[in-house]
């Protein structure tokens, strides 16, 4: 038989039975089979080497090509076969996966609440129902003041009269009980929303929420109250190094008291134009000071020997700013729209 | 509050960059503008005695930008009559508590006038109507000082002035005419037969001085800050003199003002004082014992000594010994903390070094705060997300679920109609979320966590409650899913559910009790309607304050089966009534080997009543084969046939 036209036949054979192979096993036995040590194609080179010089150097490129060809069919099909069925462009989106999201406020609480942890406060929770002393008397703004002017309060009713209980207008009311409840030395931050009796607009609602904390010991100071200030927002602006300013303010229950503004994070005092900061580089964001000695005794503290500082925050204002929201009711919303971007 | 700067300069001198005047006053005083000719000043509240004036507020700017120079006002002592003041005008002040001091001068014979064009621009600028020279010049010398002055027309006054309380009913006319009822608490000034004044707060037009005026009585008083407080609240007369007041005003500069308005209208006006100054007396001096270690201990810096005297010198502050003698207008300046206060803010609060300081005990968060936060990630993982609410909600809402939550906290004063009380559950919070995401989205997962109160023995009880809200369009994939989860719960954190079907208003028949818990259910399709939803909502509430009382959050480890487990479903048909936990008790009774569970896998209506329940099998010693199982599976069927009469499907 002409050796050429049984090679070409073994050739249709071996690419036939390979292209009808339907799993990887099947395909390897028929490579071991068709081009295994046994296989007939493997004794070719010995029948070849038997020719004369013509013929050997004819067949013998007619033997390599061919065995050429089957390794890369075997190698085709072999990666067809490697492949799973289906038919996809990676273009397509993927399905829409439903990730559910926490509220922006109540994942900054946490986020807070962790950076206050770690700088050795413990977290306290308050009512936010209290009585007019815990709100006012015992934080030194007596009744017939005008310092109660500034807190317009939600007053809660008792048969149709003003009761003694409000909607606290300060989480600063948390303090003189805290300090009662936990003796001292004493670090604690308190979180929660506070009531106001007020008109709302994009930067006022009638319910918001703050931050109070409060560090008393025989030493504590007001650098000590610069170190956590700094740390803070530090940690909650994400920077490297915040730029705390204190000025002074006047709140009835700290002397001394301070205003505490951080270095504009949107123009970083570099802007002409800063809407954020009014180009004044600065942004008032807390309110802090020495707890009057006042309060601590009120509180069952030696003031001769304790002393404390105290700070308060907005945290709608710290959140608005961080994330660009220029309106505090889209803050306060359920509007899934709204969540899903955080 | 706002100043012209060529009034400021005429006691500070001229200045020539005021913008750098207004920075350093903004880091070392009040929070200050400064824009074309005119400075904004937020005065704390506490330094208005001083420093809401001309006088105060360039003392003040001459303080801080260190100049040794300080600002004075010009008085010359008026040449006085032969005639004295009290042979003319006999003076009573009853309330040496509440009025301590009570000055007033006689001018008479002068000649009242309209103000000049400067008066006039003057008083206009810092907020008052014009009225006539000698109005216009109290009114400028309260700007200049700080203390609010009254001139009375002395031939309108009967008699005497009497500085008293108001009789209840009292009527009091007010310059602009109009009629106010008094009482007792209020105070007032007097003379015979009518009230000329209602003290500090406004003159009676019974009594006002006008162009025709020739003789006058100038007071220039001290009244108590909670009276005025009090009497302005509540009639709602707020003029400057009562903000003055209620935030103190201090007797020297109320002196002083005296004698610089008697100086100016002697010039201006002409007339003859008469000899004495009604109620004058020496102020008492005011001092304090101050430890200067206090210093370092407030603020973390070391101040030396001369810096510190330095300090106190430019603020008129006398140190002698540990004893400092205040100046008398600093009425802030009390306690020892409010002088280190001014050392410091005067030195810079900016250099105080942060510094770290040790903790002092271990950080704790407070448990319920940690549960919360557990729960919250429990919904967050069954892909709920979290809402947001508002605390108070209406009287609707309060009545609607009074059912299920009777007591509930009243506001005195709302915001508005729709928020008449402070939630005492969740759900219309739920509903108002559900309500402003239905126009974007057809599946709605909510849930909240917030403190709700109700009342309870008469004391205010807050408490956190959890509400869950789904709205999809089949309620029963709905009730499936919160049942689910509920489920889920109360394996993940370990406690007994327990659902009694409960009738309501909200849910009709279908809703049940958590019990001890809080509740569960559909929206009634009247209630979708009330509320315009186009979904059905499936709502749970919890109280969380009971919950956290009965789980068990430490997981004990169960030992991983060794060998194979065997399920086996059977689903049958029975009569309404009967109930899987029936057929489960029963079943238990049987001697069934190797059965170690029965889980109900599915309820379902199609004209009866029908269950999938899953029977578990495993052998602790071995792996079970089937025909050992089907023998067993065998015992249940002839007895769920035979006993209790199920049709098997």
């Known amino acids: 038989m002409d050796l050429e036209l049984e090679l070409n036949n073994l050739l249709r054979e071996i690419e036939n039975k390979f292209r009808e192979a339907k799993t990887l096993l099947e395909l390897e036995n028929l490579r071991i089979r068709y081009l295994g040590r046994k296989s007939y194609l493997a004794s070719f080179p010995q029948i070849i080497s038997k020719l004369d010089q013509d013929q050997k150097k004819k067949i013998g490129k007619i033997y390599n090509d061919l065995k050429a060809r089957i390794e890369k069919i075997y190698g085709e099909r072999k990666e067809e076969l490697n492949q799973v069925e289906v038919n996809f462009d990676f273009e397509h989106p993927g399905l829409e996966i439903l990730l559910a999201k926490e509220h922006p406020i109540s994942k900054v609480r946490n986020e807070i609440v962790k950076i206050f942890s770690s700088l050795g406060f413990s977290v306290v929770d308050y009512s936010q129902i209290v009585s007019e002393e815990e709100n006012f008397d015992y934080l030194n703004i007596p009744a017939y003041h005008p310092a109660r002017d500034i807190w317009d309060t939600i007053w809660v009713d008792k048969n149709g009269k003003k009761s003694k209980y409000l909607f606290r207008t300060h989480t600063t009311s948390f303090q003189v009980s805290t300090i009662k409840k936990l003796g001292v030395p004493l670090r604690a931050v308190v979180f929660g929303k506070v009531f106001r009796y007020e008109a709302t607009d994009k930067t006022h609602d009638f319910e918001f929420h703050q931050l109070d904390g409060i560090s008393i010991s025989p030493s504590t100071n007001l650098g000590h109250l610069r170190y956590v200030v700094e740390k803070f927002f530090e940690s909650f602006f994400d920077s490297s190094k915040a730029i705390v300013r204190f000025r002074p303010g006047y709140f009835p229950f700290v002397e001394p008291g301070l205003e505490i503004d951080i270095g504009c994070i949107f123009c970083h005092g570099k802007s002409k134009n800063c809407l954020i900061c009014k180009n004044t580089r600065f942004i008032e964001v807390a309110g802090a000071g020495m707890i009057h000695p006042h309060v601590l005794i009120r509180a069952g503290v030696n003031a001769n020997k304790y002393r404390g500082y105290a700070f308060g925050f907005g945290v709608d204002r710290l959140i608005m700013l961080r994330h660009s929201i220029d309106d505090i009711r889209v803050l306060h919303s359920a509007d899934l729209r709204f969540i899903n971007q955080f | 509050m706002k100043f012209r700067i060529k009034d400021l300069e005429k006691y500070t001198g001229k200045i020539s960059n005021w913008q750098k005047v207004a920075d350093t006053l903004t880091l070392k005083s009040f929070e200050t503008n400064y824009t074309d000719g005119i400075i904004d000043v937020d005065i704390l509240p506490n330094r208005y005695p001083d420093a809401s004036c001309l006088l105060g507020l360039a003392n003040e700017i001459l303080l801080v930008t260190n100049k040794p120079r300080r600002a004075k006002l010009e008085i010359k002592k008026p040449k006085e009559s032969k005639e004295k003041t009290e042979g003319k005008l006999k003076v009573v002040n009853e309330l040496s508590d509440e009025v301590p001091y009570y000055f007033g001068r006689v001018i008479l014979g002068l000649k009242n006038q309209p103000s000049p064009s400067w008066l006039k621009e003057f008083v206009e600028f810092y907020g008052f109507r014009s009225i006539n020279f000698l109005v216009d010049l109290s009114n400028l010398v309260m700007i200049e000082t700080g203390a609010p002055l009254h001139i009375f027309d002395l031939d309108k006054i009967n008699d005497q002035v009497i500085v008293r309380k108001a009789k209840d009913g009292e009527k009091f006319i007010s310059l602009d005419r109009k009629v106010y009822n008094l009482n007792k608490e209020d105070i007032v000034i007097a003379d015979r037969n009518k009230i000329i004044a209602l003290a500090g707060i406004n003159g009676s037009s019974l009594s006002e001085v006008d162009l ?73 001096i005011r001092q304090i014992k101050f430890d200067f270690s206090l210093i370092e201990k407030i603020s973390g810096l070391r101040l030396d000594n001369k810096l510190i005297k330095k300090i106190l010198d430019s603020l008129n502050i006398k140190k002698n010994g540990n004893i400092l003698i205040l100046p008398s207008d600093r009425l802030d300046l009390q306690t020892p903390e409010d002088i280190v206060e001014e050392i410091i803010r005067l030195y810079d609060y900016n ?20 549960f919360n936060n557990l729960i919250k990630n429990f919904f967050l993982k069954v892909g709920y997300f979290e809402g947001y609410n508002y605390s108070f909600f209406n009287k609707e809402y309060y009545l609607l679920i009074k059912e299920m939550y009777p007591s509930a906290v009243k506001v005195y004063n709302p915001i508005s109609e729709d928020h008449e009380y402070f939630q005492n559950n969740l759900i219309p919070s739920l509903l108002k979320n559900v309500y402003l995401n239905q126009f974007n ?51 993940e954190f370990n406690f007994n559910l327990e659902l009694v079907k409960f009738h309501s208003t909200l849910f009709g028949k279908i809703g049940a009790r958590l019990r001890g818990l809080g509740f569960m259910g559909v929206l009634t399709k009247n209630m979708q309607e009330k509320f315009d939803f186009d979904l059905n909502l499936g709502i749970i509430e919890i109280d969380l304050d009971e919950l956290i009382k009965i789980v068990n959050l430490r997981k004990m480890f169960q030992p991983i089966p060794i060998f194979s487990v065997i399920e086996r479903d059977l689903s049958f048909f029975v009569e309404n009534d009967m109930t899987f936990s029936e057929i489960s008790k029963q079943i238990r009774k049987l001697k069934v080997n190797f059965l170690k569970e029965i889980k109900l896998i599915d309820i379902y209506f199609i004209a009866k009543k029908s269950l999938t329940i ?12 089937n025909e050992e199982v089907d023998k067993e599976i065998e015992k249940i069927k002839i007895y769920l046939v035979d006993t209790l009469k199920v049709e098997l499907r």
Do not use: W
Request: glycine letters at 4%.
């Open chain 2, 441 to 491: 989205f057809k599946k709605i997962r909510l849930f909240q966590i917030d403190k709700v109160a109700c009342e309870e023995n008469e004391k205010i009880v807050e408490k956190y409650h959890l509400g869950v809200v789904y709205a999809d369009k089949d309620p029963e994939l709905i009730l499936k899913e919160l049942k689910g989860i509920l489920t889920k719960l109360s394996n």
């Open chain 2, 212 to 284: 025709n005026t020739k003789n006058i009585f100038i007071e220039a008083a001290v009244f108590s800050p909670e009276a005025i407080y009090k009497t302005s609240r509540r009639l709602n007369l707020k003029t400057t003199s009562a903000f003055r007041f209620e935030r103190k005003v201090s007797p020297s500069r109320s002196r002083l003002a005296l004698e610089r308005v008697t100086y100016l209208i002697n010039i201006y006006l002409g007339g003859v004082v008469l000899a004495g100054i009604i109620g004058d007396r020496k102020m008492p």
């Open chain 2, 614 to 625: 899953r029977f578990v099998f495993y052998s602790e010693s071995r792996n079970l084969t």
């Open chain 2, 351 to 370: 250099k105080i070094k942060p510094f770290y300081e040790y903790s002092f005990h271990r950080t704790s968060i407070e448990k319920h705060l940690e």
